[in-house]
């Protein structure tokens, strides 16, 4: 059991960026199921997932704002999180086809604010949505997934994948589909799900507009994770050193050495050619004639 503890701890530490955000998702899960179990054993009342997803509520977003971050990596149902990382896993190969690791983590966290956002704004904008404001919430990493989709398939329109029963199929198509599939189901009873794929979505067409233009948009995000990640390092200690100053002794001893050192590499010149001497040598000669 220890050993195999310690293989996942590689597993995290030395994957890449897409394998960190799985691992991160399953434990977030795997520890939300093991606590549940262990304080039913115990018929505590108690669950953690009210601190993990994200209120519709502005009000209640305010005692939680970090809600904004973990629910994108919160799942509660098995089907839920294992269609979630099988299109992570897939989509995120391609997408480090052709952008770095960190774009990949940085567009993941930029696609989830905008899809929970985007939650957010229309459960408190639409009279439809205004009775159910106070009880909804939003879990999951699809808003996050479908940025990502996005920004692929709208950066490289021609990249087909296959598909069971279907065959081969442009990504944009299918990018499309599943936009328009979202867009007829923002009234149903997963409606905020929905309306978060949306967000994210339209975040990744962003993302991969604003690349065709030079810009990165994950490149703010990412300095400020770096400046994060970096506070409990120590930074090194500056070293310094004194040098003694030279006299006049010293500077006619190295003079004198250096003179003499020319002097033999001027006499194996003469003596063998200019092909005969060592890089070093030819450097020093250099060195020399600039004097």
Known sequence: MEEFFIKLKQLFCYGDILTKLICINVGVFLVIHLLEVCLILFNLDFSLLPWLELPSSPVA?????????????????????????????????????????????????????????????????????????????????????????????????????????????????????VFVLDLLAITSTNAGGHIAHIGGALLGLWFASRIRMGKDLTAPLNRVIDKIANLGKRKPKMRVTYKRAETKYDFNARKNAENAEIDAILDKLKQSGYTSLSGDEKKKLFDASKK
């Open 61 to 177: 977003l305010m005692y939680k704002p970090w809600t904004i971050i973990t629910y994108m990596f919160t799942h509660y149902g098995f089907w839920h999180i294992l269609f979630n990382v099988l299109v992570l896993y897939w989509f995120g190969k391609i997408f480090l086809e052709f952008f770095t690791p960190r774009q990949l983590g940085g567009l993941y966290i930029l696609g989830g604010i905008a899809g929970g956002f985007l939650f957010m704004v229309a459960y408190n904008v639409f009279p439809y949505f205004r009775a159910l404001t106070a009880d909804s919430v939003l879990i999951g990493a699809s808003a996050s997934v479908m940025a990502i989709v996005f920004a692929v398939s709208f950066y490289q329109k021609d990249y087909e994948i296959g598909l069971l029963f279907i065959g081969r199929i442009k990504l944009i198509y299918l990018a499309l589909g």
